[in-house]
């Protein structure tokens, strides 16, 4: 894999300027966002994998991490975008190019219980039937394998603050990225995966740095109220706080 095809880059000039949804239709995601990029915090919560689903791979950052740690495990990614997916397939065995809404398992030769790592990473909420999705994949984990989550968080103290200012402003990535259709907290996210038949081991977050480095030395524990613009949060307990200083699970 070449540096220029692991990397994504933002289009120059005429492009960046137009508003974000003129460019909905236009593969926005490759000219937001890095290809070489991993979700390495939920990727280092995987002790084995042996045949991986990669779902929504985009470039393939997530399986170049995995091939570097796992270099036996046979890789699977799904991927709707055809430029994204010829980027990634180098780093896989193989590579889907479709919606993943629209996949029959069975005539893509995708046969239940096939995997024993299953990750969708910023992938649910793009989707306009996350539940039906997690419900599908269930049926294609074995019994001993494990899917890997990770979600943006809506309950983000930043993202409170300016909706209370009236502001919700959309971007080409992160939490208020305009392709989103669906929105989640930690506990949500939690009742959705309960709900399609998943029971949860362990739920780990990903800081957000401006919100970090603001409270950088103080004890989170302590903190019970919590004053930012023209909001104040009370009662709050340790469990909330952290939630709110989080930008993902």
């Avoid at 692991?6 to 492009?15: A, H, L, Y």
Wanted: aromatic share 8%.
């Amino acid at each position: 894999m070449t540096p220029k095809s692991s990397t994504v880059r933002e289009e120059p000039s005429q492009g960046a300027q137009r508003p974000l949804w003129t460019r909905l239709d236009d593969d926005l995601h490759m000219q937001t966002l890095k290809g070489d990029s991993a979700p390495i915090g939920l990727l280092k919560m995987i002790s084995k994998a042996t045949r991986v689903l990669d779902v929504g791979c985009f470039c393939g950052g997530t399986g170049r991490w995995l091939r570097q740690q796992f270099p036996l495990c046979h890789l699977t990614g799904i991927e709707m975008l055809e430029k994204a997916a010829a980027i990634a397939a180098p780093a896989y065995d193989r590579i889907i190019v479709e919606r993943f809404e629209g996949i029959d398992f069975l005539k893509t030769e995708i046969e239940p219980q096939s995997f024993d790592t299953i990750i969708t990473a910023d992938f649910l909420e793009h989707l306009v039937n996350p539940w039906m999705a997690l419900e599908r994949l269930r049926s294609l984990v074995t019994s001993d394998g494990a899917l890997f989550v990770s979600m943006p968080n809506v309950r983000n103290l930043n993202l409170l603050a300016n909706l209370a200012k009236g502001t919700w402003t959309y971007e080409g990535a992160g939490i208020q990225d305009i392709t989103h259709l669906r929105f989640f907290t930690r506990s949500t996210m939690a009742q959705m995966l309960v709900e399609t038949g998943w029971s949860i081991d362990e739920i780990r977050a990903n800081p957000d740095p401006s919100l970090i480095q603001a409270f950088k030395g103080r004890d989170l524990s302590s903190i019970s109220t919590i004053n930012i613009d023209s909001v104040t949060l009370t009662n709050l307990s340790y469990e909330d706080v952290v939630e709110l200083l989080y930008i993902a699970s």
